[in-house]
């Protein structure tokens, strides 16, 4: 049974920089899901744990390299078990499900050899909330009191 230990922005961005730290050559990742809204948290320096921890991380990526290492901390990997949490590589065609325009609402930020994208609070939310499971109204929410959510 996968772990659900990922509630911090912290946490988020210390996996970013440990990625980054290891990776050869320049590579791009754009991170979704709850993870994401964790980041942009971190990002404004709020101090704001998920309601509902999550179990996962969710990246896509056209780098091989990136890849390579996601695969090695997915689901059961060793990564979780000192993590609490895996990474669930996505592939390209999740962020179709993104509202019209999310690449110029997203954050860019450089962190080494990482460009990271991140679509918007309000674009993350979109397809979580036509999928409307508790813990997605639930992360709607919590993105809402903290001030993600204009």
Known sequence: MPRRELKS???????LAELSASLGSPGN?????????????HDRGLQAELSEASMDVDPVTDSEEIAARCYESLI?????RNHGWHINLMPETVLRGFPSGW???ASIRQIGRLRLMVP???????????RNEPRDRAHEEWARRIGLLS
């Open 29 to 41: 990742m754009t991170l979704i899901g709850s993870a994401a809204l964790l980041w942009h948290a």
């Open 76 to 80: 059961g990997s060793e990564f979780e």
């Open 120 to 130: 918007a609070a309000a674009d993350l939310l979109a397809p979580k909330l036509l």
């Open 9 to 15: 922005g912290k946490q988020v961005a210390d996996w």
């Open 103 to 105: 690449e110029q609402r």
